[in-house]
Every structure is written in structure tokens, then in C-alpha cells.
């Protein structure tokens, strides 16, 4: 038989999962993208055993190694204690500890493995436990880990290593003033932390008129280490013509303990040393975040194939799976998906919508697929293929606040965790929490149970401060 198919999309907060098993029947889940379940206890049946309020979700025993924390009024967990067994039936929970003395019917708690979301979807549709391995699958995912990591700046500790002489080219940049008329400028925060100018030089044609001093690098290079930075971009003028230098670097990067490196004469071969510079710094900032998540899922789903979604729409192994073409994974299975829709509907041209917990996604189709391979995403620029995809960070995340003056709205985010106040966590005041007060969202709707009063408190301080 062939095996399960999962199409898995991994936003800021959710996780949407669609299946299809081997006789074509589909199965949709959805789980929050921290990897944690949230649910409410119903009823007390014993000193170490309660049932939740919704029973009949789950298979038989699938809870049994999961730890479960139960959560106070201000979202704090307060006891924690592994499942030791599970009713599907009554919704019936066991724990090796004894249960809390002042545990009520209400309070809520939250199940977590350790595992990534799209490794619980499969689970959930599967029906395995914890100590069930997963056979083997089809997966193919997109996710916007690198685009949450670039709007909320939230990546690797980069390093920025270039030629002497050219250490600020990527705040200079070209110089373009895309609000020309406003007074206070406020540029972007760079990605990068921290500068390394290296005495080198090659002319435009990639001859040496100065090689690297590997003494004076390496010591460079092992400064950087000892400072805590986690990930090198290698940028030399004119490398696009004769990489030898950059591979020289990269090798004693390697010899001073760095794992993650990015470097221009591979990425971006081009003549535009800030484009280049710009690609090269985007790929080291994220891609420490992807590789470690891409292998987390890969050891859980050995044996099976994983391809992801890249920013141009297609689908690559994981194994080629990087941080410049990561950017727009995630929106680019909406563009291509609402296309297809829209065709099968008899629209030959549409426009896409999508509105996350930390981002919004807006593109257009009409019956071709427009790719940019030089555009700017948050703030950078970055040489790529990529689909048209304009994005905001704005999303049901965003958090809701009051600055002094008037009430602002994001660009940070509560996420998944802590997510949204309603969401039981003590999170901030966001987007979600908003249209839950003013009835937009159904609670008996939602996958997890949600808390009403802590919206009420937090809107409560928030017309004080005013």
C-alpha cells in the first residue's frame, strides 16, 4: 500500500495539517505551532485522574508520555507531572503524581512531548503514542519560521565578514530613500551584529592584489567565537569573479569552530556587492533556525521523505533546504494553492489574502506565476527567485498596545508561545484577543478552549494606563 501523504503548512501560531491515507481519504488537523495542546478539566474522577470537558478526540492511550502542566490564573504552570494513561472513551486522564489539592472543574492545562507541531499533526491523524515510531511517509511542508524570524528579528547572532575598507557597504547600501519627504528617517536594524574587515583585496577581473593574512583572520575569526556569534556571512568584493578568497576564510571559520556559514560566491555569484552582501547575511541569520528544525523533523521521520516549500514555489529535499530561499516558504503554497482554486472556480485571474498569527500575505495571480529575483522583505534586500508576495508584519498575533500617545498595533508578536492572553498563557493583548471580546470568534469554534477573563483584565489595564 502506499504510504500516508501529509501537506503541512507551519505558520507563527498554527500549524494546518491535510492528509490523505492509502484508500484517498483526506484528514484535516490543527495544532498550535509551539507543539503544546491546550485543553480544560471537566470533571475530578480521583486523587491522580480527571477527564477533560470535550472527550472523544483522541485515540485510546495516545496522551500516555506526554507531560501535562496545569496553568493558574496568570498562565504560570503550577504543577507538571507525566500521563500515565488515557480513556478516549471519558476523555480521562491518569498522572503520576497526585493531582494538585486545589484543582477545579475549568482550570486549564497543556500537554507537550517536546516534538515539533508538524511531528504531533502526524501523530494526531495517525493515531500513534509516543513510543510508536512513525512509518514511513510523504511529507511536504512549507513554513514561515524564516519569515517570522526576519519581520520579528529573531535570528542567529550573525557576523558580517567582508573586505577592509568596506565594513559599512550594507548600511549605506545604494541609497535609495523610499519615503523621501519624511523627516525622522528610521532605517532597519541590520541583521548582522557585528563587523569583520579583512585585509584583502582582488581586482574586478578576480586577480590578487592582496591576499588575507591567515594569522591576523584566523585570530579574527576565533574573536567572533569567543563573543558568542553563531553564524558567518563571508562577502568579499569581487569574490563573484575568483572565490578563492572566501573559500580560504570559510575553511578557517571552520578550524574556529563555526558550523554555520554562508558564503556570497555560492549563494549569489553576482557583480552587486550590497546585493550580494544583503543574500549572504539573510541566509547565515536564518539558517541556523531551519537547520536545526528541518533535522529535529527528519530523525522523526526516518525512513520517509521530507521536501519543503521554497520562496519560488517549489518543492526541494530538505537536504537543500536553506535561509535565502526559506523567506516566503510557507506564502508560497498559499499563492500556488488560491490559484489553483480560483481556476478550477473559472477565475483566470485572483488575489490572495492570507492573514497569520504574525504575518499577512497579499499576492495576485493572473494565469502566470510573477517571480522577482531582487526585492526586499522586511527591510532587506534579497537576491533570489522568489514568487510576488508582498508581506506585512500584521497578523491575530499582534500585540495591542498603548504608547504614550495613541493605540498601536504589532509588529511584535505573542507567536504560539506564550500566543495570545485568551490562550490561557499569560500572553499579551493581541489581534485575537480583541475579536474574541467583541464576538468575531466563536470559542465553541476554536480547537482549544479560550479565556474570556484574561482578555478582560488585560483590557481592563490597558484603559487605566491610558
Known amino acids: 500500500m502506499k504510504p500516508w501523504e501529509f501537506w503541512i503548512d507551519v505558520g507563527g501560531t498554527f500549524t494546518d495539517c491535510i492528509a490523505r491515507s492509502a484508500d484517498d481519504r483526506l484528514v484535516e488537523c490543527k495544532v498550535l505551532s509551539s507543539g503544546v495542546t491546550k485543553r480544560r478539566v471537566g470533571e475530578i474522577l480521583g486523587p491522580a485522574r480527571f477527564c477533560d470537558d470535550a472527550p472523544g478526540r483522541d485515540a485510546d492511550g495516545f496522551w500516555i508520555g506526554y507531560e501535562l502542566r496545569f496553568l493558574d490564573r496568570q498562565g504560570a504552570p503550577f504543577f507538571a507531572s507525566p500521563v500515565t494513561d488515557f480513556d478516549a472513551r471519558t476523555g480521562g486522564f491518569t498522572t503520576a503524581a497526585l493531582l494538585p489539592q486545589n484543582l477545579e472543574p475549568g482550570a486549564f492545562f497543556e500537554l507537550a512531548s517536546g516534538e515539533e507541531s508538524p511531528?504531533?499533526?502526524?501523530?494526531?491523524?495517525?493515531?500513534?503514542?509516543?513510543?510508536?515510531?512513525?512509518?514511513?511517509?510523504?511529507?511536504?511542508?512549507?513554513?514561515?519560521?524564516?519569515?517570522?524570524?526576519?519581520?520579528?528579528?529573531?535570528?542567529?547572532?550573525?557576523?558580517?565578514?567582508?573586505?577592509?575598507?568596506?565594513?559599512?557597504?550594507?548600511?549605506?547600501?545604494?541609497?535609495?530613500?523610499?519615503?523621501?519627504?519624511?523627516?525622522?528617517?528610521?532605517?532597519?536594524?541590520?541583521?548582522?551584529?557585528?563587523?569583520?574587515?579583512?585585509?584583502?583585496?582582488?581586482?574586478?577581473?578576480?586577480?590578487?592584489?592582496?591576499?588575507?593574512?591567515?594569522?591576523?583572520?584566523?585570530?579574527?575569526?576565533?574573536?567572533?567565537?569567543?563573543?558568542g556569534v553563531e553564524s558567518i556571512a563571508i562577502c568579499l568584493l569581487h569574490s563573484f569573479a575568483n572565490p578563492a578568497h572566501e573559500q580560504m576564510i570559510e575553511q578557517w571559520a571552520r578550524d574556529a569552530g563555526f558550523s554555520e556559514i554562508s558564503v556570497s560566491s555560492r549563494l549569489s555569484p553576482l557583480i552587486k556587492i550590497v546585493s550580494r552582501g544583503d543574500t549572504t547575511v539573510v541566509d547565515a541569520y536564518l539558517n541556523p533556525i531551519l537547520r536545526q528544525y528541518v533535522e529535529t523533523l527528519r530523525r522523526k521521520l526516518e525512513g520517509s521523505r521530507l521536501r519543503l516549500m521554497t520562496s519560488a514555489g517549489g518543492l526541494v529535499d530538505a537536504d537543500r533546504f536553506v535561509g535565502k530561499d526559506s523567506i516566503l516558504s510557507g506564502p508560497a503554497g498559499g499563492v500556488i494553492g488560491f490559484s489553483r482554486v480560483a481556476q478550477r472556480a473559472g477565475f483566470q485571474k485572483s488575489i490572495g489574502f492570507d492573514m497569520g498569527g504574525t504575518s499577512t500575505d497579499v499576492s495576485r495571480f493572473d494565469g502566470r506565476y510573477e517571480l522577482e529575483f531582487e526585492t526586499k522583505k522586511a527591510g532587506v534586500r534579497v537576491v533570489a527567485p522568489m514568487l510576488s508576495i508582498e508581506t506585512v508584519a500584521a497578523g491575530g498575533g499582534s500585540i495591542c498596545a498603548f504608547d504614550g500617545v495613541k493605540l498601536i498595533v504589532g509588529p511584535d508578536s505573542a507567536g504560539a508561545v506564550p500566543g495570545p492572553a485568551c490562550y490561557g498563557r499569560g500572553g499579551p493583548l493581541t489581534v485575537t484577543d480583541v475579536n474574541l471580546y467583541l464576538g468575531r470568534i466563536l470559542p465553541d469554534r476554536f480547537p482549544f478552549p479560550l479565556d474570556r477573563a484574561a482578555v478582560e483584565a488585560h483590557l481592563a489595564r490597558l484603559c487605566e494606563t491610558i
Do not use: W
Not at 584583502?200 to 592582496?210: H, I, S
Open 119 to 227: 511531528i504531533l499533526a502526524i501523530r494526531a491523524v495517525l493515531g500513534l503514542r509516543l513510543d510508536q515510531p512513525i512509518p514511513e511517509v510523504s511529507v511536504r511542508l512549507g513554513t514561515t519560521r524564516g519569515t517570522n524570524a526576519l519581520l520579528t528579528r529573531r535570528g542567529a547572532r550573525t557576523a558580517f565578514v567582508t573586505t577592509r575598507g568596506f565594513g559599512d557597504i550594507l548600511l549605506i547600501a545604494n541609497q535609495d530613500r523610499p519615503r523621501l519627504f519624511d523627516l525622522a528617517i528610521k532605517k532597519p536594524e541590520p541583521l548582522f551584529e557585528r563587523v569583520v574587515e579583512i585585509d584583502e583585496r582582488l581586482d574586478a577581473e578576480g586577480g590578487v592584489l592582496k591576499a588575507p593574512d591567515e594569522r591576523a583572520v584566523r585570530s579574527q575569526l576565533v574573536e567572533l567565537k569567543n563573543q
